[in-house]
């Protein structure tokens, strides 16, 4: 599945935004649709995910409290609402799908298909 993310910006610590990650040409189906960050010099990092069977969400502790993952699905778009963003929040975000266990969810190499990124920049 194609997938296409949008909805980063610049915003000031404590801000919000929500980004976008959208299906083309078809529906994410029963994939789990998953976000990750990369900030320079950094390895990709899971942020969030949202299970295809049965909507379950999961985030990394970073971000638990303060994103909310959730998914349209007659959109053919999941979203990732940013709030109370902070300066380490600044990465490029990318959404992806896989078929994983649920035990590999936040392993970014059970993830099959990635969306381009999109930057987020949080300043101080």
């Known amino acids: 599945v194609q997938l296409q993310a949008s909805g980063g910006g610049l915003v000031q610590t404590g801000g919000s935004l929500r980004l976008s990650c959208a299906a083309v040409?078809?529906?994410?189906?029963?994939?789990?649709v998953g976000w990750f960050r990369q900030s320079p010099g950094k390895e990709r990092e899971f942020v969030a995910c949202?299970?295809?069977?049965?909507?379950?969400?999961y985030y990394a502790d970073p971000v638990s409290g303060r994103f909310t993952i959730s998914r349209d699905n007659a959109k053919k778009t999941v979203y990732l609402q940013m709030d109370t963003l902070e300066p380490e929040d600044t990465a490029v975000y990318y959404c992806?799908?896989?078929?994983?266990?649920?035990?590999?969810?936040?392993?970014?190499?059970?993830?099959?298909?990635w969306g381009q990124g999109t930057l987020v920049t949080v300043s101080s």
């Open positions: 949202v299970r295809g069977i049965g909507g379950r969400t």
């Open positions: 040409g078809r529906t994410f189906g029963d994939y789990t």
């Open positions: 992806a799908v896989s078929r994983a266990v649920l035990s590999a969810i936040r392993d970014r190499g059970s993830y099959i298909s």
